[in-house]
T-cell receptor, first 112, second 117 residues
């Protein structure tokens, strides 16, 4: 059974710092991995989606990498801003026909 | 203005009462999903629907029911059989449930917070 974990559960950094959020999954046979952002009391917004054949995806200050063999993905945020404060969730899908399995999220606070 | 809407934003339920959460999408997506989110836990799938007039149980379907009579609507009923319904409920949709990558990327509504009094 696929399990997704995210460490740390919470992170607080000063503005301007580069940071890395971690996502681990127990079954390396995945179809894709997706990173989401969730603001307090709101729905999820998709940030990046990585296919199993890809190693990374980039969007603006965000870069997500995927290492299937080790069951890990990282979300790199460059030059963090207070507006980046939110909970970041990763989610994996085993095959194109499977449900998405979500991690518990990392709550990020960027201090001005 | 395309997207997914959920109503109400906040909902209060008394013991023994059934309540229905609304989810509507105008994205012309075939697949729709209901998730439950509890503090410190990932989203858990309650029910999903791949196409109109079809739906499947997810991981935590007990105490919940759904219908999919129209493509754009996927209401969730929380019944009195659900013993711990206080949570944040999220609805999502995707072009399709399976197939090519672009088909199964999920888009989420703003959520409904349900509290049992």
């Amino acid at each position: 059974k696929q399990e997704v974990t995210q460490i740390p559960a919470a992170l607080s950094v000063p503005e301007g710092e580069n940071l890395v959020l971690n996502c681990s999954f127990t079954d390396s046979a995945i179809y894709n991995l997706q990173w989401f952002r969730q603001d307090p009391g709101k729905g999820l917004t998709s940030l990046l989606l990585i296919q199993s054949s890809q190693r990374e995806q980039t969007s603006g200050r965000l870069n997500a990498s995927l290492d299937k063999s080790s069951g890990r993905s990282t979300l790199y945020i460059a030059a963090s801003q207070p507006g980046d404060s939110a909970t970041y969730l990763c989610a994996v899908r085993k095959t194109s026909y499977d449900k998405v399995i979500f991690g518990p999220g990392t709550s990020l606070s960027v201090i001005p | 203005d395309g997207g997914i809407t959920q109503s109400p934003k906040y909902l209060f339920r008394k013991e023994g009462q059934n309540v229905t959460l609304s989810c509507e999408q105008n994205l012309n997506h075939d697949a729709m999903y209901w998730y439950r989110q509890d503090p410190g836990q990932g989203l858990r799938l309650i029910y999903y629907s791949q196409i109109v007039n079809d739906f499947q149980k997810g991981d935590i379907a007990e105490g919940y029911s759904v219908s999919r009579e129209k493509k754009e609507s996927f209401p969730l009923t929380v019944t009195s059989a659900q013993k711990n319904p206080t949570a944040f409920y999220l609805c999502a949709s995707s072009i399709g449930f399976a197939g090519v990558l672009s088909y199964n990327e999920q888009f989420f509504g703003p959520g409904t917070r349900l509290t049992v009094l």
